[in-house]
């Protein structure tokens, strides 16, 4: 909850500080170049003060021969970690799907384009302030129920923004999308902490501590996920005729179709992808007193190792 509060506030000031860095450098192109390399400076420096400041507890070295390849098939082999993988992935398309087509609902449904910030900042904003929330609650109901309601209280607020949407003033979005907050700050803690349950049910169960493995499979179907929801998103939006402002010289109008097509990626559309997440998670196998017993099974192993 802690590390991703703070993520919250990053995605805030990474996002609030853009555009006024591009005005300051002289507007585009100059200015977007500026602000890349400002941009690419401070994540450089935020890598090399964690590289430089975290401390690691070296352990006895590893002298078993790890063959990279039989350890992602056997570890995606095991049901806990092959759920709550499917299960990220399709919310994280379902929400790079929205990502990438939300300006353009308030670029040409709204015609308000510069309102476009506002409705991320409600998005956000309802994230920062509900993660210690979730935190607590997940502590009552368990992680995965608090992750699907979450999830599910994203979909039902994308869906009624389709049908509401284009009939109510804009204000509705920012309530909208205050909602969907509300609900999208699961997708920012839940999943990070079912993976270590998953390390430690691997280790309960094998013997073999393989966090590398774990995490780096997690983070490039996370990447996979954002990928093709935006490639998904123009996939649809091409396929209904959209006219993409950047080929044209003048402020496109766009076609029935294409305005159909923006209200189904903002709305049905990444639904259909959290309702598919939700039914996933539902199978994952690790609750409260089985994680109880991975760990007497964890300490037995310990004892194992530690007897001479």
């Known amino acids: 909850g802690y590390r991703m509060s703070f993520a919250v506030v990053g995605t805030f000031i990474g996002a609030g500080a853009t555009l006024p860095l591009v005005e300051l450098f002289g507007g585009s192109p100059t200015g977007w170049t500026i602000t890349a390399a400002v941009m690419g400076g401070v994540m450089a420096l935020a890598t090399f003060i964690t590289v430089f400041t975290i401390k690691e507890t070296v352990g006895e070295p590893v002298t078993e021969n790890v063959k990279l390849i039989k350890s992602y098939f056997e570890v995606i082999r095991q049901k806990p970690f092959f759920v709550i993988f499917i299960t990220y992935a399709l919310h994280i398309t379902g929400i790079a799907v929205v990502q990438a087509t939300l300006l353009y609902y308030f670029q040409f449904i709204y015609n308000q384009p ?87 049910y691997d280790f309960a169960q094998n013997g073999k501590r393989r966090e590398g493995i774990f995490y780096g499979m997690w983070t490039f179907f996370s990447k996979l996920g954002s990928a093709f929801g935006a490639g998904l998103a ?75």
């Open 114 to 200: 510069g309102l476009f910030t506002f409705a991320l900042m409600a998005l956000l904003g309802a994230v920062l302030l509900f993660i210690p929330l979730w935190v607590r609650i997940s502590r009552s109901i368990g992680k995965v129920r608090a992750y699907n309601i979450g999830m599910a209280l994203f979909a039902v607020a994308v869906v009624a923004f389709f049908f509401l949407g284009p009939r109510l003033p804009v204000w509705y979005a920012f309530l909208t999308f205050a909602v969907a907050g509300i609900g999208y700050a699961t997708n920012y803690v839940m999943p990070w902490s079912l993976i270590p349950d998953v390390v430690e």
């Open 234 to 308: 123009g996939w649809v939006l091409g396929g209904m005729s959209f006219i993409e402002p950047g080929r044209v010289d003048f402020e496109p109008v766009q076609p029935a179709s294409a305005i159909l097509g923006i209200r189904l990626l903002t709305g049905p559309i990444p639904a259909l992808f959290f309702v598919a997440g939700i039914i996933t998670l539902t199978f994952y196998p690790i609750t409260k007193e089985v994680y109880a017993d991975l760990m007497k099974k964890i300490e037995a192993r310990k004892g194992e190792v530690a007897a001479p």
